[in-house]
């Protein structure tokens, strides 16, 4: 070891005072000042100095990694308890809190109560001597915690060292570590990846990640503090819970996103729902909000009750998530015919409501998430969206779980179950399965459709359980007398309904095609044939190869047209209505010979924001010929691109779809109209 001078000692110093700047720029402000090559820099630079001199002090940021891993964690006794918190699930609850208080301390004045999200995470004390990190310890029983220092220091947002003047002889602080959901998101992904059990939240996920007697593993987890509290503290006074935060804030440490300082429990509940209105924007999950008494002379007076203080509440918010067990899975036939498997569950509360089944979407889903009847699963349901199997904590399995396999047969009319290519659903082919039938009634009545007025959804589904509608022919032998009737049919609106039906039989190829619901034949798909076929009698018995020859139709479109088209049964529907006064123009047809326009065959997708309404550039596309889709695919010739676009942008990217910009598209407009 070589010699050390008092120049290369403050050299030392002098850089490790930087790199400490520095991080906590990077890693609690979110602001950094210089580059990461430029820190990676200053960090080797400073290394090769400790290794050169062996003069190595606590706040390095070298000292961060590399200690051996552990055998076991040894305890550590807290100078305070470490207390949990009350909750409270309702506004009134949190009102009764502020009565409570104003009872005890004998007030009838607005209290100061500060109002921070909570944290899910892992609660920790960091005890601070002489301004340096000596330990940190969890929470364990609340008096006893265990030795997780070395963990602890390779979070990068923990201060290694107080900085400031006012800074106390000792003092324990107390903050929750906590993982961002992305991460935590992205962990589990690689966990599930390398066959190992998933973390069932992002509280876990933290506490394992502490739990590590290997802190190198720590390391890797990019773990977060928020500090929100202290135990002994000799040497400083602080005030209040504000004033903490402050000087929390002055010495480096990251403190809660928000810390709202209110008077009197409206303003809180106020703040309270903010919070709960932002949090799904926060990176963090969080539960609730943590209301305090601010004053801390208030604190002491008020004192704890066995485990909680009085002077603090949990605000509760509606969880988005449960853990429950599968008891069984189904295979359920929708509308379309696609098969869904649905796991029935033992009933959960989350949020408010009992959860008792999950879609699991398809199998490819089941498959990626290994899920099995008898399963302990974690359910989300966040807002409105349905509930579904978020993981499978793999932990808990028995070895009796059982996989669930694709039906071979519909398990509603036995017809076979097919799955095409690319496809990840499996469906139905069965033409006549009921469990098939009113969707396809209700799709032929839709606006888009047959465009049949007061038949939507509702009424569909009536006339279906009632038996008046079996099939979308049916629609057309409805009378009026059977529609009096029902329940939800008056004279006027009985002959409304009539009369929208007799309208509706005078329609167009384009219109009426789409409404048969042929698989994979959309809006678009059915235009094209309109273009293409002058009578619907001139698609009878059509050949796939005939309609592989318009340009853009694909194979699995043609196949399935093809397939319609070639199915006696179905060729008797399309007799039987036009017996029932069924009459068709096809307009597309005409159009196509009098004019090639010079969109033709192309198809362009938007994305971003446009100078016109983007409605309006579809509409300009398509009255040239074009195309607008909705979605980037290989066929896709230009993404019009505007300001702030979205996803397809990347996708056309990696597809290699020319991007052009509203102007070029207007050129292309101009050239070629
Ligand atoms: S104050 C005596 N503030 O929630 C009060 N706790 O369920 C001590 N937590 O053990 C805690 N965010 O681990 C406080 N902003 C926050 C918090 C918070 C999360 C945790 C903490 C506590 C648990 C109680």
């Not at 290694?160 to 106390?168: M, S, T, V, Y």
């Not at 962990?187 to 973390?199: A, D, T, V, W, Y």
């Not at 010495?251 to 799904?280: D, Y």
């Not at 009536?462 to 007398?481: A, M, S, T």
Request: hydrophobic share 35%.
């Amino acid at each position: 070891m070589e010699k050390i001078t008092k120049t290369i000692k403050q050299d030392i110093e002098k850089l490790i005072k930087d790199l400490n700047y520095h991080c906590y720029r990077y890693y609690v402000l979110d602001s950094p000042v210089i580059s990461d090559e430029e820190y990676d820099r200053l960090y080797k630079h400073l290394k090769e100095l400790e290794e050169q001199y062996g003069y190595i002090l606590p706040d390095s940021p070298t000292q961060r990694v590399g200690a051996p891993p552990l055998d076991k964690f040894v305890k550590i006794k807290h100078k305070e308890p470490m207390l949990s918190l009350d909750n409270a699930f309702s506004e009134d609850e949190v009102r009764e809190f502020d009565e409570r208080i104003k009872r005890l301390i004998k007030s009838e004045d607005k209290i100061a109560y500060t109002v921070e999200p909570k944290y899910d995470g892992l609660a920790i004390e960091l005890t601070y001597i002489n301004g340096f990190l000596r330990t940190a310890s969890t929470r364990g029983d609340g008096y006893e915690g265990e030795d997780v220092t070395q963990n602890i220091r390779t979070i990068k947002s923990v201060p290694l060292r107080i900085e400031g003047d006012n800074i106390p002889e000792e003092i324990d602080i107390r903050g929750e570590v906590y993982i961002d959901v992305k991460e935590f998101e992205k962990l589990n992904k690689e966990r599930g990846k390398h066959g190992e059990s998933i973390f069932a939240n992002p509280r876990n996920a933290a506490a394992g990640s502490i739990r590590q007697l290997d802190s190198s593993i720590t390391a890797k987890r990019n773990l977060h503090l928020a500090c929100y509290g202290i135990g002994a503290v000799k040497g400083v006074d602080f005030r209040s819970q504000s004033d903490l935060i402050k000087w929390l804030e002055k010495a480096r440490f990251p403190v809660p996103s928000i810390v709202k300082l209110t008077k009197g429990i409206s303003e809180v509940i106020s703040v309270v729902k903010e919070i709960e209105k932002k949090r799904k924007d926060f990176s963090f999950e969080t539960d609730g909000a943590v209301i305090k008494v601010n004053e801390f002379r208030l604190q002491k007076i008020l004192g704890m009750k066995t485990r909680e203080p009085r002077w603090a509440i949990a605000y509760k918010f509606a969880a988005h998530q449960g853990i429950t067990k599968i008891n069984e899975i189904i295979a359920s036939v929708g509308r379309t015919g696609v098969i869904t498997p649905v796991a029935f569950l033992e009933p959960v509360r989350i949020g408010g409501v009992t959860v008792s089944r999950s879609t699991l979407h398809n199998w490819d889903e089941i498959e990626r998430k290994d899920i099995r009847v008898g399963d302990t699963v974690v359910i989300e349901r966040a807002g409105d969206v349905i509930p579904h199997v978020m993981a499978v904590i793999k932990d808990k399995r028995t070895g009796k779980e059982k996989r669930f396999n694709p039906p071979k047969k519909c398990p509603v009319c036995g017809s076979a179950v097919e799955r095409e290519e690319g496809e990840v659903a499996y469906r139905c082919i069965g033409l006549n399965c009921p469990a098939q039938a009113q969707g396809r009634i209700g799709h032929y009545a839709s606006r888009t459709a047959m465009d049949i007025e007061g038949l939507g959804e509702k009424n569909v589904e009536l006339l279906f359980l009632k038996g008046l509608i079996k099939h979308f022919v049916d629609i057309y032998k409805l009378k009026k007398e059977d529609l009096l009737e029902l329940p939800r049919f008056a004279e006027k609106s009985a002959q409304n309904l009539i009369n929208a039906i007799d309208k509706s039989k005078h329609t167009t190829l384009a219109r009426f095609l789409y409404s048969l619901g042929i698989l994979h034949a959309g809006e678009y798909g059915a235009k094209l044939l309109a273009r293409n076929f002058k009578n619907i009698e001139d698609l009878y018995n059509v050949k796939s190869e005939r309609i592989i020859e318009i340009k853009q139709m694909g194979e699995k479109i043609a196949d399935s047209i093809s397939r319609f088209f070639n199915d006696p049964e179905n060729l008797n529907t399309l007799k039987t209505l036009k017996s029932l006064g069924l009459k068709i123009s096809n307009p597309d047809f005409e159009s196509k010979r009098a004019e090639k326009r010079p969109f033709d065959g192309l198809t362009f997708v938007i994305t971003g924001t446009l100078p016109e309404p983007r409605k309006k550039v579809e509409d300009l596309i398509e009255s040239m010929g074009g195309h607008a889709a909705s979605s980037v695919s290989k066929s896709t010739n230009y993404l019009v691109a505007g300001e702030e676009p979205g996803s397809k942008l990347k996708n056309a990217k990696e597809l290699q779809v020319k991007i052009i910009s509203y102007e070029e598209l207007m050129e292309m407009v101009k050239e070629k109209g």
